[in-house]
């Protein structure tokens, strides 16, 4: 009799713990829907924007104006990533587990402030830069003008907005940018045909933006734009906090924009144009997994659940898979969206998109395994060891006089593989 009962409230708590096990998961897996919706709606616009104002670019101002301002853009891009610096992991993070009201808005506003002072020098710094390049007085006033556009990261920063699971608010922000930059764009580039009022009109749907949701009253205290004085030491701590994450996305980003740099520099501005061209194509093509990226990761902050992530980074190389066949079968469909008449032979292209799947399976490797596990320096030496063989590989494309674009892609391809290589290891090495 003992036995049975012992028997039945051993089932009974099993139930038990059954139930609140299930519902914890379903839990996050709620939460985890809510935060990717929110994330499909931001990037469809990201994705949607594209689509429709580079043709009105490359129509209105030839694809060697739109090649000029690729170039220039891909150099305020490395401000870009300064400015951002490792925020949006460690101020993400921050936030995510701080439960002390005055901590956090401490977190807040140091982090606000050390952006904008980054902000400040990058603009100066990365207009000087501009000059040696030998492109004209054009292609300064474009680098000035794009560094005034990361304003935008300055008004409503993503780490702020994740930090706070509030991703559905940065989504209707998304939006409305959005609507306001796609109809001036499609309105005055038209008519005005000047390739320096792209960065403008950038700049103020930021501001346009900003005034509007102060007046619908969309923005909380705690996400309007304010700077509180903080002595130089602590910027110097929040970069350090931040030091690690900043190179290994600083590295990440090399494969991205020091193409364009160096193919600047040999090859005509059309060959920018379309390496620029195949370089949004597979960013779009990054959104799925970059969603999974963001809507994962304060939620394994809380609890890192080895076996709901082991199902998405399965299903992450699937998808991999098959937008890597969509690219290769489908290429010349796919940039007839962009120019009207391709004469250039896409095989470049098709290469670079295998580059997807090992940016894919390293996301799950670095962003959502060693900095998680707070490994960061790891997946900074992941990166770096890419970077490395990135250099030495272009190097020797550059001594040799073999500067390609098919070379590049190849070159691209080998770098995301090695780094994919290293983070794996140094997971599995930390998991042991």
């Known amino acids: 009799m003992r036995e049975n009962c012992q028997i039945h409230l051993r089932i009974v708590i099993?139930?038990?713990?059954?139930?609140?096990?299930?519902k914890f998961y379903m839990n996050i897996i709620n939460q985890l829907k809510k935060n990717v919706?929110?994330?499909?709606?931001?990037?469809?616009?990201?994705?949607?924007?594209?689509?429709?104002?580079?043709?009105?670019?490359?129509?209105?101002?030839?694809?060697?104006?739109?090649?000029?301002?690729?170039?220039?853009?891909?150099?305020?891009?490395?401000?870009?990533?300064i400015i951002i610096y490792g925020f949006n992991f460690t101020a993400n993070r921050a936030i995510s587990v701080s439960k002390s009201k005055i901590e956090i808005q401490k977190i807040i506003s140091s982090t606000r402030t050390t952006q904008f002072f980054l902000f400040l020098i990058c603009l100066f710094f990365f207009t000087f830069i501009s000059y040696f390049f030998g492109k004209g007085d054009k292609f300064i006033v474009l680098v000035f003008l794009n560094i005034l556009t990361f304003i935008h990261q300055i008004l409503y920063p993503q780490w702020l907005y994740h930090g706070f699971n509030e991703i559905s608010t940065l989504k209707n922000i998304s939006f409305i940018h959005k609507i306001i930059l796609t109809v001036l764009a499609a309105t005055l580039i038209p008519i005005f045909k000047i390739v320096e009022l792209i960065p403008v009109v950038i700049i103020t749907s930021s501001i346009l933006t900003y005034f509007f949701l102060k007046l619908i009253k969309i923005l909380k205290p705690e996400f309007r734009f304010y700077l509180k004085f903080i002595t130089f030491k602590d910027?110097?701590?929040?970069?350090?906090?931040?030091?690690?994450?900043f190179i290994s996305q600083l590295v990440s980003q090399v494969y991205v924009y020091s193409p364009k740099i160096i193919l600047?520099?040999?090859?005509?501005?059309?060959?920018?144009?379309?390496?620029?061209?195949?370089?949004?194509?597979?960013?779009?093509?990054?959104?799925?997994?970059?969603?999974?990226?963001?809507?994962?990761?304060?939620?394994?902050?809380?609890?890192?659940?080895?076996?709901?992530?082991?199902?998405?980074?399965?299903?992450?190389?699937?998808?991999?898979?098959?937008?890597?066949?969509?690219?290769?079968?489908?290429?010349?469909?796919?940039?007839?969206?962009?120019?009207?008449?391709?004469?250039?032979?896409?095989?470049?292209?098709?290469?670079?998109?295998?580059?997807?799947?090992?940016?894919?399976?390293?996301?799950?490797?670095?962003?959502?395994?060693?900095?998680?596990?707070?490994?960061d320096s790891l997946w900074t030496k992941s990166t770096l060891f890419g970077l490395y063989a990135f250099v030495a590989l272009i190097s020797i494309l550059i001594i040799t006089d073999l500067v390609t674009l098919l070379n590049f892609a190849l070159v691209i391809v080998f770098a995301e593989l090695i780094v994919y290589l290293f983070s794996k290891k140094f997971l599995n090495d930390v998991s042991v």
């Open 264 to 375: 600047g520099l040999f090859l005509p501005l059309s060959s920018i144009a379309l390496f620029d061209i195949s370089e949004k194509i597979l960013k779009i093509a990054k959104v799925p997994q970059y969603m999974l990226n963001q809507a994962f990761f304060p939620l394994l902050s809380r609890d890192y659940n080895l076996k709901i992530k082991k199902t998405f980074e399965l299903r992450s190389f699937f998808l991999s898979i098959i937008l890597v066949l969509i690219f290769v079968f489908f290429s010349d469909l796919i940039f007839s969206l962009f120019i009207d008449d391709i004469k250039t032979n896409l095989i470049f292209f098709k290469i670079m998109s295998v580059s997807l799947i090992f940016v894919f399976m390293s996301s799950y490797n670095g962003p959502l395994g060693l900095v998680i596990l707070k490994k």
């Open 37 to 81: 919706f929110s994330l499909i709606s931001i990037q469809a616009l990201n994705i949607i924007s594209p689509l429709i104002l580079i043709p009105l670019y490359i129509k209105h101002l030839s694809i060697e104006v739109y090649g000029l301002y690729a170039l220039s853009l891909a150099l305020s891009a490395f401000a870009q990533i």
């Open 14 to 22: 099993n139930i038990f713990l059954f139930y609140f096990n299930f």
């Open 235 to 245: 910027i110097l701590k929040e970069l350090q906090n931040g030091y690690s994450l």
